[in-house]
């Protein structure tokens, strides 16, 4: 099967660091191609970098349509476009938000998301309420590291999540981590082994859920809410996304 893996940001270094931790937990007979659009934000840290993410985001869903994908992985913690993207796609589209939650909730009762920016917490915290996982969700907490220095060899990010994960445990009474960012997926292994607790990453979390779904035979329901969307004309920068 073909899972195209598509990081909202156009940060290619980071897309290719996601794809390698994507690659890592594929199953022998998947193949994970990642992607950034070619147009977007370099990082996605505020409403509006999502709201503007998610125009090029579509723009690779399309593409991946024509070019017979079974399924998608929307790799940043907002989820952006996740809905729009389902309308486009037949196969699965899975964000790592909405999939690190889930995998969460099937080992522990409780849990906490250690994520980048405090700003982008209320998005985390919306998230957790559309997923129907606030009865899991112990706190949403920010390392105050931006999503870019993630990629910084010289930042002290690695401690500085660590260590807010080790609050989590002790202060939350969380049971499980969620890391809020795609960019943390490198991380993951180790912050677990250091905190003696279960750590999920979404980009991972994603494309084992993507995989199941294919292998059940089972894509996006396309009845209603997510059918296609209807033809119509669309004007100025958006004129490309007519489709008859
Ligand atoms: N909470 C976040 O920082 N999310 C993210 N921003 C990005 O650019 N990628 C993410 O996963």
């Given at each position: 099967m073909r899972i195209k893996l598509i990081n909202?940001?156009?940060t290619w270094s980071m897309t290719e660091a996601m794809t390698a931790c994507a690659r890592q937990v594929a199953a022998a007979g998947t193949e994970v191609t990642g992607v950034s659009p070619e147009m977007g934000p370099a990082s996605i840290e505020s409403h509006y970098d999502e709201a503007l993410a998610v125009p090029g985001l579509l723009q690779e869903i399309e593409r991946g349509e024509r070019d017979g994908y079974d399924a998608y992985v929307i790799?940043?913690?907002?989820?952006?476009?996740l809905s729009a993207a389902r309308e486009l796609a037949q196969g699965p589209v899975i964000g790592i938000a909405e999939a690190a939650m889930h995998m969460a909730s099937l080992i522990a009762p409780s849990f906490s998301v250690v994520t980048t920016l405090a700003r982008t917490s209320g998005m985390a915290w919306h998230l957790a309420e559309r997923y129907g996982m606030q009865r899991f969700c112990r706190n949403v907490r920010a390392c105050?590291?931006?999503?870019?220095?993630?990629?910084?060899?010289?930042?002290d990010a690695r401690a500085r999540i660590t260590d807010e994960c080790r609050r989590a445990l002790a202060?939350?009474?969380?049971?499980a981590i969620v890391l809020?960012?795609?960019?943390?997926a490198e991380l993951c292994a180790a912050i677990g082994r250091d905190i003696g607790a279960p750590v999920i990453d979404g980009v991972t979390a994603a494309v084992k859920l993507a995989e199941s779904l294919v292998a059940l035979g089972l894509g996006t329901?396309?009845?209603?809410?997510?059918a296609r969307p209807l033809p119509k004309a669309y004007h100025g920068l958006l004129r490309e996304f007519a489709r008859s």
């Open positions: 909202p940001n156009t790799a940043c913690f907002g989820d952006p476009g105050e590291i931006a999503v870019l220095e993630l990629e910084d060899p010289a930042s202060e939350d009474g969380a049971e809020g960012c795609a960019g943390m329901a396309k009845r209603g809410e997510l």
